[in-house]
């Protein structure tokens, strides 16, 4: 069935106490439940749906979009775990079912992972595949320094945060880099910092150079004039630095040197303040 496990544009076949039957692309049928229809359909109509298969293996369709539609990824979190496999909220009706040969590290309940929808051709059901490694793209020569990027935060080390980037590639997040709270799931912006010799890709939240510190000049400034004066200078901890501010110390160092040349605060031994 080509329409398997994607968005699909079906006309309205007819309508029975069970819902309406919708034309297939290669002959044949699938049922929209009632509980899908409004109420305002007619035959004829072409109505956008996804088809999976329900808990019986029958094609079914359904006007909600999962969190993934077949060969992408999403962050889904394990609702149930089995002898043979987990499943997992993809937001659909009926969870989505990794298979334990299909499990790139052991899950829990409540637990977030990385996980494909792919298809089953044994089968001809969508699983899914939390292997994320078999499915990136190692080459990352179409990147450069300073781009940005949209990236799925995906994964905690204690290295940083493993993020995937266009639905194939790899990064990483350094901890000590990071001034912001960042959650599994998170689908957050970021900037290509370097590329490894391993190809992987090396990121940070903040863009490069003078834009970095314009940035930060003018986060600063919003806080000050809701505040009137910030208990923050040379010699603050990191620490309340970063609670204040979310930034690091370098960054508000460089930041409030930017803005006292522009003659927009005054700095004194105690904060800062609006000129």
Not at 47 to 61: L, N, Q
Request: charged residues 35%; contains cysteine.
């Amino acid at each position: 069935m080509k329409e398997l496990g994607i968005t699909n544009s079906l006309l309205i076949n007819r309508f029975t106490p069970n819902g309406a039957y919708l034309a297939l692309q290669e002959g044949g049928e699938v049922l929209l439940p009632k509980s899908y229809l409004k109420g305002e359909e007619k035959e004829g109509e072409e109505i956008e749906v996804f088809v999976y298969t329900d808990s019986e293996d029958r094609p079914v369709a359904v006007t909600n979009r999962p969190e993934a539609l077949l060969d992408e990824f999403a962050v889904m979190e394990a609702k149930e775990i089995t002898k043979f496999g987990a499943f997992v909220d993809w937001g659909l009706p009926k969870d989505l079912f990794v298979p334990v040969a299909e499990m790139g590290k052991n899950m829990v309940v409540g637990g977030k992972y990385l996980v494909r929808v792919c298809r089953d051709y044994r089968t001809d059901r969508l699983i899914g595949v939390s292997k994320h490694e078999d499915f990136l793209i190692k080459d990352t020569q179409g990147f450069e320094v300073g781009q940005e990027v949209e990236a799925l935060v995906f994964d905690e080390t204690d290295l940083g945060f493993k993020v995937l980037i266009e639905n194939n590639f790899e990064g990483l997040l350094y901890k000590n880099e990071v001034f912001q709270n960042i959650e599994i799931g998170d689908k957050i912006n970021v900037f290509i910092k370097k590329r490894r010799d391993d190809d992987k890709l090396d990121l940070q939240l903040l863009p490069t150079g003078r834009l970095k510190y314009e940035e930060g000049a003018e986060k600063i400034l919003e806080v000050l004039k809701v505040r009137k004066f910030l208990p923050l200078h040379d010699k603050s901890s990191p620490e309340s630095i970063k609670e204040l501010l979310g930034m690091s110390k370098k960054h508000f160092k460089q930041s409030i040197g930017q803005l006292y040349k522009a003659k927009k605060i005054l700095i004194k031994p105690d904060g800062i303040e609006l000129v």
